[in-house]
């Protein structure tokens, strides 16, 4: 099984980032593993909504997250865990993460705002 | 002669400003014009640091920018004006382009950071 790959801090570029959360179901895959408080994982997001998203756009969403530095995922027997690594993306672009997910109105734990 | 089509503020969607953005030399295009310090405009920006954008690729840079709603195009005579929208866009996504901006280490009139 092929290692995942995950991007060093420092080779995170923004680009990857904006493009990633450029697609509103991706960016709210990624508000609901935000909302688990940056530590818990979570591998079941197939439904957002009253949607429900196929299994491989799913893997898709999750491989472009996670090449563009956004999460970090790990097998753990036929399960995928993700969690977000925003603590040290806001070292790096500080306040970027928190201003795109308050444009979508959706920042985890706080109410919607449009 | 098509009329250029600019969102109304109120429909200018997130996705549309993260895509636009997630492009590095339509990022710096933008950065250029938000440089003149969100009044002046700017038609001929064909020169970014030591490379050439050819005239096709500018054209649809600029299309791309106008459509998702981050500037103001207008004909004069033979020559396309453009400028920021960047005032009203931060009522409406506080602090998003900052932000943005500061990711890509060119915040205009501030030192580059990265």
């Known amino acids: 099984m092929r290692p995942l790959f995950h991007p060093a801090l420092e080779d995170i570029r923004p680009e990857a980032i904006l493009y990633a959360l450029s697609d509103p ?39 472009v ?13 036929v399960e995928m865990r993700n969690q977000t690594r925003c603590t040290e993306l806001d070292e790096r672009f500080p306040g970027l993460i928190k201003a795109i997910l308050s444009a979508y109105g959706q920042i985890p734990g706080e109410p919607k705002t449009d």
Chains 1, 2 share one sequence.
């Open 65 to 77: 997250l996670r090449e563009s530095g956004l999460i970090v995922s790990e097998r753990q027997g």
């Open 25 to 63: 179901e991706r960016a709210a895959i990624y508000v609901r593993l935000a909302g688990a408080a940056c530590g818990n994982t979570c591998s079941a997001l197939a439904e957002l909504g009253d949607r429900i998203i196929p299994k491989s756009s799913l893997s898709n969403h999750f491989k």
